[in-house]
Structure formats: C-alpha cells, structure tokens
C-alpha cells in the first residue's frame, strides 16, 4: 500500500509540473509502447508507420549489433531484429514472442565481377557483414551446401575463402573501396551504395543461391514483442500488425520520405547509414509483413538448418527449434 501511495504522489507531482502523465505508466500496461529496429531495410520496413506518426509508440533506430541487448533488457517492448537472434533469445527464456517477418532477403555479393557459384570466390577476400546473424550464417550454410571451405582471414587463404567480418555495411564499404577485401557480402541499400560509389558489379544474389540450393525462400529479420506486452495491450498489438500490413508497399511508392522518416528516429549520438534510396532498391530489399502463423514453415525450415550448422566441435549455430509458443496467434 505504501509503494501505491508514493508511486500515486510521484505522479501528482510530475503532473504539477506539466508532465505527462504517462511518464507514471507501469511498464507494458500502459503509455508509450517502445519500438527499436536496426539501421538499413529492417527500418525501412516500419517507415511507413513512422512516417505517419503511429499513435501510442515511439521509435529508435539503433545499431544493428545492439538490438539484441535492447530486447533482452526489456528496453524495447517492440524490435525488429534478425529471426535467428529471435530464436536465441527466446531459446534462453527471453519474454518475446513473434509476431511477423518483415524482410525476406535483401543479400548480395558485391565485387569487379559476376561469379557463378562459390567455387569462384576460392583463393579470394570476402568481406561479409552481421557475424553470427543471418548473413554470416545464411553464407555458411551455403558454401556448406557448395562444400567451399572458409577460413576468417585478413589475408587470402589458398583453396578457402577468406572471410572478413564488419560490423555493418558502413563500416565494409570502406574496406572494399580500399580493397583491403575482394567482394563483399551486403545487404541492401548498402550493396547498390558500394556499386556506385566504387564502380563495383552485382556479382551474385544470394536469394537466387538460397533457393537453388533449398528450393525455398529465407526470412530474414522478424517483429517481436514482449509477451507481457501482448498480455496486456493485444489491442494495440494487433492494430500495429495491421497498420504494418497497410504499408507494404510504401517505401517503395515513397523512397525519400522512408529516407527521411528513418534519420529522423534514429537513436542520439547514431549517424544512419541509410543512402538515398530508389523503388528498385527498395525493392530488392524484400519488404513484406507476413504473419507470423504463415512464415512458421520457412521459419521452421531455417531454423532446423541452424540447428545442424555447426560452429566448432561442440556448438552449433541454434541449439534447438523453438516451439509454437515464440509463434504468435492473432485472435482475427
């Protein structure tokens, strides 16, 4: 009772002095609902939503390797991150739940010249991008499936690839134009960003690979929320997936003003990434809200390579499947 009556006092206080009174909210169950996303085309996927002002949420675009904390924190009640870093947390008892996924592939290898297969990049630099995240796996699994063996290196490695990790696009793009690597594995906008800037080609397209390879598609990064957020606010959950929905398509109709609603949520003391963008490479950047119920199966698929992708002798890159409960239901 005591801890009642002082919270209620805080909050008189705050509202004498024109707060707002949602600064008094207890975490989920009321106020502003916190939504964080990385750099690049996963916040793309939602400038739709931020472009108009989405009553009730605020958003934050972060760096791409520090979505993982904002979710497992708690700090974000909403984020859109990689599935397999999804996965993780929810494998480790992390409170979320998907809701979607918003990106469907959107790499690309980056280089002087077209290559046929994997086989061509052998005794090459290949600079790649999110280590540990779909990227860098999603490559692995390949050059498993094209049996190419790889090898980190800063250096060319005879009968291997060499790969060289970079925190994000904006930190390869320097790499690649200094020629510190050969080609470079990017996502886009960034791999249209490293054509023109360095007078580069598209050398392969990794979702063509993937499914010549699988014979399916891959997702790529997913919504997720709290559980808690769900239990409390399913009302608002389930309106932000359909005004989501409602805006597919928009980034592509309106690429400066996705632009400019991305730089004007990024998080402070974060410079965006995000070059000028045209409908084709928004395009290219496979932007599409599909449940999370009708991506289950490719999800699923995904993750079971994961789970047999391994990463030395005794780890592997996803130590299970996770149950129907990381799915969310709609109640439409």
Not at 170 to 191: I, K, T
Request: a negative charge; glycine letters at 8%; hydrophobic letters at 45%.
């Amino acid at each position: 009772m005591k801890k009642i009556i002082s919270k209620l006092l805080v909050c008189i206080s705050a509202a004498a002095f024109a707060m707002p009174l949602a600064a008094c909210d207890d975490g989920d169950k009321a106020g502003t609902v916190r939504v964080f996303m990385p750099d690049g085309a996963p916040a793309v996927a939602l400038a739709g939503l931020m472009d108009s002002g989405y009553s009730g949420a605020s958003f934050t675009v972060v760096k791409a390797d520090e979505i993982a904390a904002h979710v497992s924190s708690g700090k974000a009640d909403m984020a859109i991150m990689p599935v397999n870093a999804a996965a993780k947390l929810y494998n480790k008892g992390v409170d979320i739940v998907m809701l979607s996924v918003n990106t469907h592939g959107n790499l690309y290898i980056v280089g002087n010249s077209p290559i046929d297969g994997f086989s061509d990049l052998v005794g090459s630099r290949l600079g790649v991008i999110g280590q540990g995240n779909v990227p860098d796996l999603t490559l692995r699994m390949l050059l498993n499936d094209a049996q190419v063996a790889c090898e980190v290196s800063e250096n060319a490695v005879t009968d291997k690839i060499a790969l060289r990790y970079a925190g994000s696009g904006g930190e390869l793009l320097p790499m690649l134009g200094a020629g510190h690597v050969d080609y470079a594995l990017l996502g886009e906008p960034a791999a249209t960003n490293a054509i023109k800037k360095f007078n580069k080609t598209m050398a392969a397209d990794i979702q063509e690979m993937w499914e010549g390879a699988f014979e399916s598609s891959y997702p790529q990064a997913c919504l997720v929320a709290k559980g808690s957020l769900i239990d409390d606010r399913r009302d608002f959950v389930e309106a932000f997936l359909t005004a989501l929905e409602n805006t597919d398509g928009w980034a592509e109709s309106n690429p400066d003003k996705a632009v400019a609603a991305v730089k004007a949520n990024v998080a402070s003391g974060i410079q965006s990434e995000l070059g000028a963008l045209t409908s084709d490479i928004v395009r290219r950047c496979n932007i599409r809200t599909v449940s999370a119920d009708d991506s289950r199966d490719d999800c699923t698929a995904y993750f079971t390579l994961l789970t047999k992708l391994q990463i030395n002798d005794t780890l592997t890159a996803l130590d299970k499947v996770p149950d129907a409960e990381f799915y969310y239901q709609s109640v439409a």
